[in-house]
Nanobody, 120 residues
Framework: QVQLVEFGGGLVQPGGSLRLSCAAS????????MNWYRQAPGKQRELVTN???????NYADSVKGRFIISRDNTKNTMYLQMNSLKPEDTAVYYC??????????????WGPGTLVTVSS
């Protein structure tokens, strides 16, 4: 059993910053690529950014230069530092990861999501 939980969502004014965390727990042997997705009201879920176990990163064009993804493999935790937030960043943010369990199963795990609202 593996669980992912996001923390840190909330209401922030345009131009502000917010830091999200994603903590993985359970029977984890290793975690490979970790992803942040988001889904805005009435829109499809989109990939925002991801990070490999070794630290290589990718960003959607819409967040390049504003968002920073990082992870701590010792804590099975991923972070998303969001700066210069815009109203169009308003969405539910989801953590996703490919997890290998102690029993050698590969799981595509998702968190329940955390709401980020950017509004004055």
């Amino acid at each position: 059993q593996v669980q992912l939980v996001e923390f840190g969502g909330g209401l922030v004014q345009p131009g502000g910053s917010l830091r999200l965390s994603c903590a993985a727990s359970g029977s984890i042997l290793s975690i490979h690529t970790m992803n942040w997705y988001r889904q805005a009201p009435g829109k499809q879920r989109e990939l925002v950014t991801n990070i490999t176990r070794s630290g290589s990163t990718n960003y959607a064009d819409s967040v390049k230069g504003r968002f920073i993804i990082s992870r701590d493999n010792t804590k099975n935790t991923m972070y998303l530092q969001m700066n210069s937030l815009k109203p169009e960043d308003t969405a539910v943010y989801y953590c996703n990861a490919m997890v290998v369990t102690i029993s050698q199963r590969a799981l595509d795990a998702w968190g329940p999501g955390t709401l980020v609202t950017v509004s004055s």
